[in-house]
């Protein structure tokens, strides 16, 4: 069918959808099986099968169904709260507390995270030296290991790691979920910038201090995760600004506005990864032909990628991170994911199907450890 | 860490220091340590009681953060570069060095926060310290501008220069805060 025509679907049979969902269906297999299946433990056993199972239907229900978001979200959100039990069980079961006390510093016993990476780019540079006392190469959340991951993901996804590859974005994005209508709908275009100038601050002041400062004092995922130990008055006002901007700009704001307020408003890293878009070969586009400007996109947009002018011209900014909301919203299949040098509304369906692939692909592998882990920890709970 | 967004906000003329510019920044170098001498003079002289040296600071920083907050929200504010008057100086030579000192002694909330942080330093080459900080923060803004003088133009770095304005703002407010309810804060 032309991809043109108002009729046109991405849906597909339920065969066809099972034939595209095989290459996932091994890889994950391989993966998190490690190629042997093991069923001495059968506790885990059935956790790395409900994993392996979860992460495949989803898959195959956005072949079948023709959504994006919706399926991917469901992921993405299991993946944060399952990172942030992962994260916590294992600090209680190393430390027996979520916080992290000076000794743990100077052992450089902190779990690393991506956020992390803006703040270590201009130390490293000048000092040859990584401002974050965690280990490089240590098996549990290393800095080489997140380092690639992340540069990996980033050149090839651009802002799309920060929905297919984040593990605390599905934090806001489960709450941007909550209403159906927002209560305030008219937000200043200006505050998208925030994010910059938050990894301006961030920057200079971690290259003066050599000092991680957003980690220090801004990170509101410290909620979530782990925490200075609160033994004075600077310690008791850090984790009051954690725990205030997680309140703000992770549950209260994307409850009232349906928009991913952290990760619009606050993430530094989510602004290199805006920069990454540029070089990246994945994007969104915009039939004109088919679009009839009805702005149901710019509605849905959760990060302030879309407005109607850009609508208008056919534009999609650098703000995107292809979460795909804006294509299940498209009554005329109007907006979809293309290649860059492709001409918009040609190879919709090849596009959507090796995007959906390598993003989907990044999150099921970056994800499962962890959802594996906590699942075996429910079950462990009940039995 | 101040300066360096403020200027990026701001909308004075520079493209004077394309001739001149170690001119320029070398005068600005000399006000600002003469700035940290005096300020550190003025702390050791009038902060001398401990209770005094921790409270005063911590509510100049409120005070100052406040106005530079201010300055990132306030739409209206006079455009006009204060230096205009050293367009008078008949010889050349002595304008970068004019223009230096002028922009050094632009007493905006930035050079109040500073001059706070100087006063409320143990010791010389403590206060010394800050204002090199302070002086390569806000000398980096003018090193790609013989270059790249028209990035300023831009709407969206002017966008972003005012939103870091105000958010160094609102961290010196805390940072204030911390201080008067008895917190030591490094850095």
Same mark, same amino acid.
């Given at each position: ?13 339920? +065969? ?49 169904? +023709? ?92 802002? +799309?790691?920060?929905?297919? =590859?984040?593990?605390?974005? =599905?934090? $806001? ?15 200043? $275009? ?79 890293? =989510? ?15 915009? $039939? ?49 994911? +293309? ?45 | &860490? ?5 200027? &990026?906000? %701001? ?12 001119? @320029? ?40 953060? &406040? &106005? ?10 006079? #455009? ?10 008949? !010889? ?40 090199? @900080? ?34 160094? %703002? ?13 917190? #030591?804060? !490094?850095?």
């Amino acid at each position: 069918m032309d991809n043109t025509l108002p009729g046109f679907s991405l849906r597909k049979s339920f +065969g066809k959808s099972l034939l595209y969902s095989l290459p996932m269906i091994l890889i994950t297999f391989v993966f998190i099986s490690g190629g042997r299946p093991d069923f001495s433990d059968p506790l885990s056993a059935i956790a790395s099968l409900a994993t392996f199972m979860l992460v495949n239907v989803l898959y195959f229900l956005m072949h079948y169904t +023709g959504k994006t978001d919706r399926f991917r979200a469901v992921l993405f959100i299991i993946f944060a709260l399952s990172l942030s039990f992962t994260l916590i069980s294992n600090m209680v079961e190393t430390r027996n507390s979520m916080s992290f006390s000076q000794a743990d510093i100077l052992e450089c016993k902190i779990p690393f995270c991506h956020l992390v990476i803006p703040m270590m780019i201009i130390p490293a540079a000048f000092t040859k030296s990584i401002i974050f006392p965690g280990t490089i190469l240590g098996s549990f959340a290393g800095i080489a290991s997140m380092v690639v991951l992340w540069l990996v993901a980033t050149l090839v996804l651009g802002r +799309g790691f920060c929905s297919w =590859g984040c593990f605390y974005g =599905g934090w $806001d994005d489960g709450f941007s979920r909550l209403r159906k209508k927002p209560l305030l709908k008219k937000i200043n $275009d200006i505050w998208k910038w925030m994010p910059f100038a938050v990894l301006l601050m961030v920057s200079l002041t971690a290259a003066l201090s050599l000092v991680p400062t957003y980690c220090d004092w801004i990170c509101p995922f410290k909620a979530v995760t782990e925490f200075e130990e609160v033994t004075s008055v600077e310690s008791a006002v850090k984790a009051g600004v954690f725990i205030s901007l997680f309140a703000g700009l992770v549950v209260v704001l994307p409850v009232m506005t349906r928009k991913r307020t952290q990760c619009s408003f606050l993430c530094p890293l =989510g602004a290199i990864n805006t920069l990454s878009n540029k070089i990246t070969p994945f994007t969104v586009k915009i $039939d004109k032909a088919s679009c009839t400007e009805c702005f149901k996109c710019v509605a849905a947009c959760p990060l302030f990628a879309l407005n109607q002018e850009g609508i208008k011209s056919g534009k999609v900014s650098v703000f995107c991170s292809k979460c795909g909301k804006c294509l299940d919203v498209c009554p005329n299949n109007a907006i979809h994911y +293309g290649i860059k040098g492709v001409p918009s509304g040609t190879m919709k369906k090849f596009s959507r199907n090796l995007i959906l692939f390598v993003s989907f692909l990044f999150m099921a592998v970056f994800a499962s450890g962890s959802i594996i882990i906590t699942v075996r920890g429910l079950l462990d709970l009940i039995f | &860490m101040v300066l360096f967004p403020y200027l &990026m906000s %701001g909308t004075a003329g520079v493209k004077r220091i394309t001739i001149d510019l170690s001119f @320029f920044l070398l005068s600005r170098m000399v006000v600002y340590a003469f700035l940290a001498v005096i300020s550190w003079y003025l702390g050791k002289t009038f902060l001398t009681n401990q209770v005094v040296r921790e409270v005063v600071p911590g509510i100049l920083y409120i005070v100052f953060a &406040m &106005m530079l907050i201010w300055y990132a929200v306030d739409r209206n504010r006079q #455009k006009e570069c204060p230096a205009k008057f050293v367009t008078t100086v008949n !010889n050349r030579k002595l304008i970068p060095v004019f223009l230096g000192v002028v922009n050094s002694l632009g007493f905006c909330p930035a050079l109040f926060l500073i001059l706070t942080k100087g006063a409320s330093e143990g010791s010389l080459s403590e206060s010394l310290l800050a204002f090199l @900080f302070f002086f390569i923060g806000s000398s980096l803004w003018f090193l790609p501008l013989p270059l790249a003088g028209k990035l300023k133009k831009k709407k969206v770095f002017e966008t972003i220069g005012i939103l870091a304005t105000g958010l160094a %703002g609102v961290i010196f407010v805390i940072k204030g805060l911390t201080i008067l309810i008895g917190g #030591k804060i !490094n850095g």
